[in-house]
């Protein structure tokens, strides 16, 4: 009788809407990366639906946060250190590297990683480190555009990503139709796609702290990546992450540089604005 | 698979006797032999299955390591010196490959 009087109790709380779930807090904790302490809380921007941002790492266990503090344990920074290689690689017709006209990344690539997206004028849309990665190849060193997801594409945004460690996200949303774009991303983020009818705000919003099977959500921010994933021991690009969530909402999910997802990733990044960038992190 | 690179990193310095940590990561993709590629072929099992370290010859750490091992496997051990030596780090591949790293340490 008691048994059948829990199910009760379980289909009742199903059915009022409260899922059943096991609440935890994001950890009170700092992040120090070699020394440097990351800006892991930060007060929303304006418009923003929560009052404070909190970086993905919060939300991490012990042994994940201790291997993104450390950057030798970091095993995303062999996808940093392979990009400075490719970096200092010259490849196309016309004979060069990103060296020859941006010479030291630490210099020349300082505070990019926490600009993008921005407007880009040429192909008035915005733009994000990978495009802008391929726009350089094309235009200026005469080598292909990386294919989606190459592992060099990965590793030089991590790269180029990695030298803005510590800075602040901030956005220009002035430039261009960047405030369009930027509404149609933020209309994407509370569209409801896929069998299970979830918008990104589902989760990310909705239940932030919560738990989703043995995940922990997060607040679903955009400053860490490309991260690292024990999952699939390799760096996850923010485009993967989209396609994939969008996937696991059982949706079809759009290509890679789409203008929706460009959109969304404009609007998802903003959302971490005044969070540190903290390229490659690690999830699990 | 690129090829697999060590990385190390020991103290430069330590007193006789003193606790250090020593810190390995190396590269790999560490295939399992369960997964499948898209025709449905199993792909080969590719593993390290050997770490060892030594100090001027002698023992330090090893193990065996097995396909549930993830990616880019990463150890951290301590050890005591009493002399001035070198670390030497080994990966063994199940392609019979090993790769190997040296580190010397000054005991003050």
Redesign the interface.
Known sequence: MKKISLAIAIAASAFSGLVFQASADPVDEKLVIDGQEMITRAPAPEGHPFDEVLSGWLFREAETRA?EADS??N?GM?GVE?GEEVWNTVEGTAGKSCASCHNDAVESMKGVGAKFPKWDADSKRPIDIELQIDKCRVENMGAEAYKFDAEDQKAMTAFIKHQSLGMPVKLDLSEGDMQAWFDKGKETYYTRTGQLNLSCASCHEGSMGKYIRADHLSQGQANGFPTYR?NT??LVSIQNRFRGCIRDTRAEFPKAFSDELLALELYVTWRGTGLSVETPAVRQ | M?TP?P?V?VPKTATAGEVIVL?T?I?H??ESGQRKDKEGKAIPRQIINKFTCEFNGAPVFSCDMDPAI???P?F?FTAKVAESGTFTFTWVDDDGSTYTDEQKIEVK
Do not use: H, T, V
Request: glycine share 8%.
């Open positions: 291997a030798f344990a095993p062999l392979r024990f021991g390799g | 690129a690179k990385r990193k810190k990561l590269s993709d560490m993830s990616a880019n990463y951290e």
